[in-house]
């Protein structure tokens, strides 16, 4: 690949967003939509500057209870993969509790956790929480449960405990696995976070978007799904470099 | 070197019978031993029974029935002084070949707790090792940057590590092209030249099992039993070039045929 190809390679998804903000904005002003109804462009990015200072406390607010919310999955998923990997026993007992659990719309627990904890943080952090641990549950527990039956025996030989096997080869096996589910669950602690603060909190982007749809300021409302986006793709984006720099060696076909 | 079968048996294996299940035996009725330092393979149609031989073996199974001793002791769980390798060479991909080889040094005692101290001396046996396999100059590559043949050899070398007395080889050398294979026959006679300790082969490959091994078990099908012993009587050390002499062949053919009658019976 060329020096060009490769600039070209790396441009294309700015392109890309670039005609996506050409087409909205000529759409939108050739069928004269209201902007009630559906802003253009250009009244969005004015939304987003005008409000600059609400819409930077509430994506804080938004940010900091998702990273929350995403700590305690990683936390728990982690701990809740490596049991239930490490087991056969376990992992055909809670495998179907774990799917049957995540076919729950987790919306619907938000008024549970309402009535728990009351409106605010602790809601939307606990929704985070609850969407994102479980492709991180499945993804280091099918790290583990796939271990090379042959490469068990090699160690076995040799005395090596149960925990030796799943430390030296299970856990650095699931580890790309692992990092895989990082970037899925992230971005959904996001929509937790986000569906938890328009039902159930005073703060947040979500909130923010619920309380300018209700006065029909539809440029602020696109405005901040525009950050939520932004927020989600800037985290996703740091969770796949960290994926590359952890687990080289699972992605060397790419080097 | 059937002089050395003759001396105290190191692997004995009286009237064995193992049933994975309810559904019959996986082998029957093995009797069996052994020497010290000896080099047996196992050869039979596929389905017999070779893999449960080695598991029982090192101890990884017990048997349903019968005995197995192992250097004059009941073998009641894991073997430490086994090493194995298998078709497969899995190795771990976040390992330098270096750190696959020293692995088996972290787990099994004694070596494990000494392992920081004397990690200097085991880094040294390794690159001895991997030196004589002719991997010298390969101990920082990863396993993925390694040909078949190369793996294999790694894999070998990490069998090896603990100085084990009993090399268990489960179709080492099964899925690597007729050239790398015969490359490493010779790769695991000198080894074998060299150290002396007793080895375990398991194949489908008669000439290998012929240009190898002192005694070749052949094995019947399910459930396998061994219904010959061959001891190959050809002069150590042998060079490949023997593989392609009259008596070589005709040995290799005469086993080809009784493993013929068993899958046609």
Redesign the interface.
Known sequence: MTKRDKLIERLAPWVAVLALVVIWEVTVRLLQVPEFIFPSASATAQALVTFAGPIGMHSWQTLWTTMAGFALGVAVGLALGFIIGSSRFLYHACYPLLVGFNAIPKVAFVPILVVWFGIGSVPAILTAFLICFFPIVVNVATGLATLEPEMEDVLRVLGARRMDVLLKVGLPRSLPYFFASLKIAITLAFVGTVVSETVASNQGIGYLMMSAGSQMRMALVFAGLIVISAMAMVMYELFAILEKRMTGWAHRGQR | MTALADSTSFVDFQQVSLAYDDSGNAIEDISLSIGEGEFVAFVGPSGCGKSTFM?LC???HAPTGGSVKVDGVEVGG???I?????Q?A?L???RTTLDNVL??L????PYRSQFRQRRAEFVGWARDLLRTVGLEGYEDQ?P?QLSGGMQQRASIC??LI?RPRLLMLDEPFGALDAFTREELWCVLRDLWEAQRFTVVLVTHDLREAAFLADTVYVMSRRPGRIIERREIDLPRPRDLAVTYEKPFIDMVQELRNLIGDIRSA
């Open positions: 598991k090192t101890g990884l894991p073997l430490k086994c090493g194995m390798a298998f497969s899995n771990l991909p976040w692995l088996p972290e787990i099994v005692k990863y993925w990490r069998a603990h």
